[in-house]
């Protein structure tokens, strides 16, 4: 929801040359690219996106669906989404998962956290609806002494002095959150995929259980996938195959 003449301002306190270089450059679309949309009676793609999501909440607001509506996994970064979720969370018939909201830092933690933090998109949504950490409902169990130990590991860096009065005392709270959990350091990208790909070889040659790998990396994903295809081992990637590949196949 960022007009894109407002691309400026993004770098106001950025003095290094190439940023204006690039600002430059893109004035190019910065100028002419409305006109010309404005001028083929068009929208971009993301402000398609949002108008129609808008409807979406505006439609759910008006009471005009039918069913209960769950939406899950979504943390509200898009302003747009946020204010459809904002619609499903106030409907009767309506459910919003939230996926890993911290509940076990402290206020002082909580009211500290910055925009840098992986939680900040969930604060905001619930300081946006006026609803409380407390108020929000936990599905299923959870490994308490797990998540107790994340919340610390991410403690924003203002009140990071709070471990002074939160670990001490705490040496098998920190055991039992590492138990399972292993580090394994590579010397490249490429050792990191083929030790995760042993390690999902190994899972599923020894048990009978699934295995499943959890990346917003995309290169070490294809990495990975590349690797355990030399056993055989097909990945069911939930990111899709780029259009590129799935063209070549069909060729």
């Given at each position: 929801d960022v007009d894109i003449d407002k691309l400026q301002s993004v770098y106001d306190l950025d003095l290094a040359g190439h940023r204006q270089n690039i600002l430059d450059l893109l004035q190019v679309i910065t100028s002419q690219l409305p006109d010309l949309l404005k001028h083929?009676?068009?929208?971009?793609?993301?402000?398609?996106?949002?108008q129609l999501i808008r409807l979406e909440a505006a439609r759910i607001v008006a009471k005009k669906h039918k069913g209960h509506i769950i939406a899950a996994g979504s943390t509200g970064t898009n302003p747009a989404t946020r204010d459809l979720l904002?619609?499903?969370?106030?409907d009767p018939l309506g459910t919003v998962i939230l996926p890993g909201l911290d509940q076990e830092l402290d206020d002082a933690g909580w009211q500290a956290i910055s925009p840098e933090h992986p939680q900040y998109s969930l604060k905001s949504m619930l300081d946006q609806w006026g609803v409380r950490r407390t108020d929000v409902q936990v599905m299923g169990s959870s490994q308490a002494q797990?998540?107790?130990l994340m919340s610390e590991v991410l403690r924003p860096a203002d009140v990071a002095e709070r471990w002074n009065e939160t670990l001490p005392g705490e040496f098998q709270s920190v055991k039992a959150g590492l138990r399972d959990v292993e580090l394994v350091e590579t010397a490249d990208r490429q050792q990191e995929a083929e030790v995760?790909?042993?390690a999902l070889r190994q899972h599923v040659e020894t048990s009978n259980?699934?295995?499943?790998?959890?990346t917003p990396d995309r290169d070490l994903a294809i990495r990975v996938k590349a690797a355990m295809l030399r056993w055989n081992l097909a990945i069911d990637d939930s990111a899709g195959e780029p259009l590129l590949h799935v063209g070549r196949a069909a060729l």
């Open positions: 083929q009676n068009l929208i971009g793609p993301s402000a398609r996106r949002n904002q619609a499903i969370a106030l797990r998540m107790w995760i790909a042993l259980r699934k295995a499943a790998l959890m």
